[in-house]
């Protein structure tokens, strides 16, 4: 299976700032099936990207996916307070599909 | 509106099994597989496999073959999913998911999770 691998554990940045965050597969994603999800405590995650690049239906444009291959970016430009919280990456073009171990964003 | 309801918490002993549903409305139930997602008390997500409703073809990720079955029951837009031989190690929330069977979407919509404690 597909191990991903993401970077930083943790990033400790303010409102208003720009977090990149990165993840890395052991193999090269199937047709560029990646996507990004943000959870917060107690909640389901979120689909934020599609397809290494593409954003859900409703999600902010400062949210922003790029990369392909086995190495895959997300950045969040500006930093809103309800963008703190943990993103994870997950490819379902292989199966099964798997997960990173997720990244926090919290508040410097 | 769209939505994925699941069951209950669920409290099971060692060497037993649970049966938790995922009940999908407001879209077409068998243009979407359901996955079924895993998520131990403070640790990341992990795929356990998905059921295509529409025919009910499965597929497992090795670590839970032979002690995971998920079934479909489109009369009533459920999945289920049963995982025996309990160790406490399956404690963890149990999260249902669609994904669209013929585009690149990803899980769009995720059940609230269903919390299950394995413990003596």
């Known amino acids: 299976e597909i191990v991903l691998t993401q970077s930083p554990g943790t990033l400790s940045l303010s409102p208003g700032e720009r977090a990149t965050l990165s993840c890395r597969a052991s193999?090269?994603?199937?047709?560029?099936?990646l996507a990004w999800y943000q959870q917060k405590p107690g909640q389901a995650p979120r689909l934020l990207i599609y397809g290494a690049s593409s954003r859900a239906t409703g999600v902010a444009d400062r949210f922003s996916g790029s990369g392909s291959g086995t190495d895959f970016t997300l950045t969040i430009s500006r930093l809103e307070p309800e963008d703190f919280a943990v993103y994870y990456c997950q490819q379902y073009g292989n199966s099964p599909s798997t997960f990173g171990g997720g990244t926090k964003v919290e508040i410097k | 509106q769209v939505q994925l309801v699941q069951s209950g918490a669920e409290v099971k002993k060692p060497g037993a099994s649970v049966r938790v549903s995922c009940k999908a409305s407001g879209y077409t139930f068998t243009s979407y597989y359901i996955y079924w997602v895993r998520q131990a008390p403070g640790q990341g997500l992990e795929c356990m496999g998905l059921i295509n409703p529409s025919g009910g073809h499965t597929s497992y990720a090795q670590k839970f073959r032979g002690r995971v079955t998920m079934t479909t029951d489109t009369s009533t837009t459920t999945v289920y999913m049963e995982l025996s031989s309990l160790r406490s190690e399956d404690t963890a929330v149990y999260y249902c998911?669609?994904?669209?069977?013929?585009?690149?979407?990803?899980?769009?919509?995720w059940g609230p999770g269903t919390m299950l404690t394995v413990s003596s």
């Open positions: 193999q090269s994603v199937n047709s560029n099936y």
């Open positions: 998911a669609r994904k669209a069977v013929t585009t690149s979407y990803a899980f769009d919509i």
